[in-house]
């Protein structure tokens, strides 16, 4: 079995059993992460471009690891430096990546839809790492990952999502991912923050912090932007850490075994206190070790569509 | 040059004729009538074809000067010829923009020399379409402009909009106002719903819209003035405005063929040819504005017709400019979404189409009669074809309604007794 697509631009497009594939594949490459010889050759003579329009730390670095672990070439575009700054079009870039032979273009851009675009023009396979507020696939698959990993399964889990729901890649992607998975997904967020017909994408929305966390099996907390307080949506961090920031006496309505995630980076003290985030519960940092490995699966899967 | 037009059916606003003969002389109708037997440099056999008064299109984007790698004049007025349209208002928003006398005159100019159509500019409402100050409407006027809009940018400042009306109606120039609130709109770039939350796009309600219609009834109210509504996309918008004509204010508004035919889900794999302002709305608001049309509270169809280069579509959609053209497709869309179903007679249409803009604009045309200009288009009402964009006569091929299957074709544009146009 392999992907059916070259790309991997949200999770809206691919079926369960390729979600399982990458999955099941993860598990293996979780091994080479934590191992003391973190090198195999599934991607030799590869070569992985990162081409990242957004700041971010962990997924890039988690890419290029990801890449090199595999003895795939990883070169990172930066966006200060590149030509997009002196004004050159999304698909020119692209274009010139790909003939370049990049087999496998990852990008972040601020724009929805941005992977998309690039995937239509160009031959290597583009993976969406993050594109506005639309779609965040690998972290979904990652965070699906870290629950499979923990409670066995992800059918019939209770997964609530609390927070940014408006702004958040990942909170789309996890609704997506989880309902095809057949999980539950609960929201709560402010109510400014709760996009218009959020529910018809798969989700319960919530009019308490209790009634989501409620007998869930996982806790997802998403970050809140400040900038959000210069757009009327919220008045303060601190009210929004009083009414929708969650700590460890939340933990009691939910199951024993809970789950406390977050996509990171976290503001402490705001959607999670400090004593939770460093909890027996929490999984934060295994979901960062686990974005390593899910995205060595899905790079190896990818690249090697057109050898199986 | 005499042109003989045999066994047409004219159909006006007023009525229907079938088996006429039309006979034009220099560039005006001479004579209507049954079995006229004249000699003439032309005779053209109109049998099966409707004889509409030529089209009018109270809304476009001629880009001139200032952006004619995506229209000129030439081009323009050739894509309308070819849709039928035989005088066309353009919109300000040029660069330069329309603001003042000389640039009225520059356009004027070009467009007697190069415009196949009649070509009508419109103002700018305020200086440089700012928001701020009025621009010199009366010196516009004389040079020839039909009415003022600071159309694509709102005038934000009730007060201003309120002097504007006022001070527009003194020189008997209708103000077209583009309704858009944009502390609502926050920069959005599709309407705000579902599909919007799906694609994870920055979201327009329709509130934006509603809000800035409300404000305009109540300042024509107050004022006494007229004022027209361009391109009228929401179910509020429709209420409010036939509420308003109740009660007896002066308010006319138009829409646009996208509006009866395309919801917000066009936009779905970040199609920027279905990204316009105001956004495609909803299914709900599509059978509102269809529902207007019906009833009258919505008065025209304009095209709204906004060309853009294919490479400033060919980016990522919020990044992609607002429009998509529409004088090709006009005619044949409300043929097939307005006039098949029933919606619309075709008198109906040709009132929306053609003889109410004119009125709205004051200019002396949209009818078929003895003395009249001999602007005319003949239509195969029945002809079915797949619209393709790259038979387009516009310079730009930005639409949504490529591959669309619809039915009438125009076979012969005249513009003052001359073919501008022939479907060969």
Not at chain 1, 244 to 266: E, I, N, S, T
Not at chain 2, 9 to 38: A, F, M, P
Not at chain 2, 194 to 221: F, K, N, Q, W, Y
Request: charged share 25%; hydrophobic share 40%; proline share 4%.
């Amino acid at each position: 079995m392999k992907l059916r697509s070259k790309d991997l631009l949200g999770l809206e497009h691919l079926e369960p059993d390729e979600i399982n594939l990458i999955l099941d594949m993860a598990k293996d490459m979780k091994k080479i992460v934590q191992s003391n010889m973190k090198r195999v050759n599934y991607l030799q003579g590869r070569s992985v471009i990162t081409l990242f329009y957004e700041n971010s730390t962990r997924t890039r670095v988690s890419f290029e690891l990801a890449a090199k672990y595999m003895g795939a070439h990883a070169v990172n575009v930066s966006v200060s430096t590149s030509s997009v700054a002196k004004g050159e079009t999304l698909i020119d870039t692209g274009k010139t990546l790909d003939v370049m032979g990049s087999d496998i273009v990852v990008i972040r851009h601020s724009q929805p839809g941005a992977p998309h675009l690039l995937a239509k023009h160009i031959n290597a396979s583009v993976i969406n790492a993050g594109d506005g507020m639309h779609e965040h696939p690998t972290q979904a698959l990652l965070d699906m990952f870290t629950m499979q990993e923990a409670k066995g399964g992800l059918e019939g889990l209770t997964v609530a999502i609390i927070g940014d729901i408006m702004h958040s890649r990942v909170a789309r992607s996890n609704i997506i991912g989880l309902g095809k998975m057949g999980a539950k997904v609960r929201v709560f967020a402010p109510a400014t923050l709760l996009p218009i017909g959020i529910e018809n994408m798969g989700c319960q929305i919530c009019s308490s912090l209790e009634e989501a966390i409620s007998d869930a099996d996982v806790i997802m907390g998403l970050r809140i932007q400040k900038e959000r307080l210069k757009k009327a949506l919220i008045p303060s961090t601190e009210e929004y850490a009083r009414f929708f920031g969650l700590d460890v006496h939340h933990l009691a309505a939910a199951k024993k075994d809970v789950l406390v995630m977050h996509p990171g980076p976290v503001n402490r003290g705001v959607e999670m206190t400090s004593l939770l985030i460093d909890s027996d519960q929490s999984k934060i940092n295994e979901q960062v070790t686990n974005g390593v490995a899910v995205r060595m699966a899905l790079l190896y899967l990818l690249a090697g569509r057109e050898e199986h | 040059m005499k042109i003989l037009i045999k066994h047409g059916t004219i159909i006006t606003r007023d009525k229907t004729e079938t088996n006429r003969d039309i006979l034009i002389e220099n560039g005006r109708i001479s004579r209507i009538g049954e079995g006229i037997n004249e000699a003439a440099d032309l005779v053209i056999d109109a049998t099966g074809l409707a004889v509409l008064p030529g089209l009018v299109d109270a809304h476009c984007h001629l880009r001139d000067p200032g952006y004619e790698y995506k229209e000129d004049i030439r081009t323009g007025s050739m894509s309308a010829a070819k849709g039928g349209f035989t005088s066309i208002a353009c919109m300000p928003n040029t660069n330069p923009v329309i603001d003042n006398e000389s640039i009225v005159r520059t356009i004027m100019d070009k467009a007697s020399r190069e415009g196949v159509v009649n070509i009508y500019p419109i103002g700018a409402i305020t200086k440089g379409l700012e928001g701020n100050e009025l621009s010199e409407m009366g010196s516009m006027k004389e040079a020839g402009i039909v009415a003022v809009s600071d159309d694509g940018r709102p005038v934000m400042q009730a007060s201003v909009m309120k002097k504007a009306l006022i001070y527009a109606n003194g020189f008997g120039l209708t103000v077209i106002s583009h309704c858009e609130d944009l502390n609502l709109a926050e920069g959005g770039s599709m309407n705000e719903g579902e599909t919007c939350t799906r694609l994870g796009l920055h979201g327009i309600p329709s509130a934006a819209e509603d809000v800035m219609v409300s404000r305009e009834i109540i300042l024509s109210e107050y004022t006494g003035m007229p004022v027209h509504i361009a391109h009228v996309s929401t179910r509020g918008s429709v209420e409010m405005i036939r509420q308003a004509k109740k009660r007896g204010v002066r308010v006319t508004a138009e829409t646009c063929p996208h509006y009866f035919t395309l919801t917000e889900k066009a936009c779905e794999g970040y199609n920027t040819n279905a990204k316009m302002n105001p956004p495609l709305r909803t299914q709900e608001d599509v059978d509102a504005v269809i529902e207007g049309l019906r009833d009258g509270t919505i008065d025209i169809i304009a095209t709204d017709h906004a060309p853009h280069h294919f490479d400033e579509k060919n980016v990522e959609f919020e990044l992609a400019p607002n429009g998509i053209v529409g004088f090709e497709t006009a005619l044949p869309l409300a043929l097939t979404y307005l006039v098949k179903p029933g919606i619309l007679t075709m008198n109906q249409l040709v009132d929306k189409m053609s003889a109410k803009p004119a009125e709205i604009l004051k200019i002396n045309k949209g009818d078929i009669r003895t003395g009249a200009d001999a602007d005319l288009v003949l239509v195969n009402l029945n002809e079915e074809y797949i619209i393709d964009p790259d038979e387009f006569l516009c310079k730009s091929k930005n639409t949504p309604f490529g591959g669309f299957r619809v039915c009438g074709r125009v076979k012969y544009t005249f513009v003052g007794g001359k073919i501008v146009y022939n479907d060969k």
